[in-house]
Nanobody, 125 residues
Framework: VQLQASGGGPVETGGSLRLSCARS????????VAWFRQSPGKEREFVAA????????DYADSVKGRFTISRDTTKNTVYLQMNNLKPEDTAVYYC???????????????????WGQGTQVTVSS
C-alpha cells in the first residue's frame, strides 16, 4: 500500500485547508485511514480517522467541530477538511492506513503499518 499526502501550505489563523491522502496498491480487510500530526519536539498526535468500509469516523478533541475527515472510495482518496485553523494546528500532517485495526487502536500511531510522506501545515497568527 502506498499513500500520498498533499494539500498542506501556509494559512492565516481562521483560514481553511483541505488535505488529501491518495491510496494505491492492493489492500485487504477493513481499511482504516487516519491523519496524524507532529510538530517539532512533540509526539506524533492523532487527528482523525475514517473506516473505508462504512464511513465511521473518530476525531481528537482538539479538532472536533473544526476538522472533517471524509472518503471518496471511487478515487481511493481520504480528505481532511480543516476549518478555523489555529497556530497550534501547525505541524507536519501524515496519513496512515491499516486493515487490521480494532476500534480502540485507531488513535495509536504505532498501530498503523502504512504511512504517507507528510505535508506541512503552517498557521500564522
Amino acid at each position: 500500500v502506498q499513500l500520498q499526502a498533499s494539500g498542506g501550505g501556509p494559512v492565516e489563523t481562521g483560514g481553511s485547508l483541505r488535505l488529501s491522502c491518495a491510496r494505491s496498491g492492493r489492500t485487504f480487510g477493513r481499511i482504516v485511514v487516519a491523519w496524524f500530526r507532529q510538530s517539532p519536539g512533540k509526539e506524533r498526535e492523532f487527528v482523525a480517522a475514517v473506516s473505508l468500509r462504512d464511513g465511521t469516523t473518530d476525531y481528537a478533541d482538539s479538532v472536533k467541530g473544526r476538522f472533517t475527515i471524509s472518503r471518496d472510495t471511487t478515487k481511493n482518496t481520504v480528505y481532511l477538511q480543516m476549518n478555523n485553523l489555529k497556530p497550534e494546528d501547525t505541524a507536519v500532517y501524515y496519513c496512515a492506513a491499516d486493515s487490521t485495526l480494532i476500534r480502540s487502536s485507531w488513535t495509536m500511531h504505532t498501530a498503523y503499518d502504512y504511512w504517507g510522506q507528510g505535508t506541512q501545515v503552517t498557521v500564522s497568527s
